[in-house]
């Protein structure tokens, strides 16, 4: 079973950066989309922001222009740095892996790391 690891949250005041990484436990069979997802307490979980695997990007309109969304060429690791952050960006963030057209089909989600933006 793959597992996808995230890493790099935290706590920081508003205005501030954090580098949130994202890895899977073994090579996964591409090609597939790679995406950051938020929940905050007691909302829905939303995206991020997303990345296809010739490296188009989709941002959230709340993230536009402060995060960024990265990947490490064929691997399955993906990268969210997050500047100018707000308190309203405290939530858990999960990583997710999916491949939805073709053979072995896949739709794997981290298990989250908490980001908390003090005010």
């Known amino acids: 079973q793959v597992q996808l690891v995230e890493s790099g949250g935290g706590l920081v005041q508003t205005g501030g950066s954090l580098r949130l990484s994202c890895a899977a436990s073994r090579t996964i069979i591409g090609p597939n989309r790679m995406g950051w997802y938020r929940q905050a307490p007691g909302k829905q979980r939303e995206l991020v922001a997303i990345?296809?695997?010739?490296?188009?990007?989709n941002y959230a309109d709340s993230v536009k222009g402060r995060f960024t969304i990265s990947r490490e060429g064929a691997k399955t690791t993906v990268y969210l740095q997050m500047n100018s952050l707000k308190p309203e960006d405290t939530a858990v963030y999960y990583c997710r892996c999916v491949k939805d057209s073709g053979w072995s089909q896949y739709d794997y989600w981290g298990h989250g790391t908490q980001v908390t933006v003090s005010s």
């Open positions: 990345i296809t695997p010739g490296g188009i990007t």
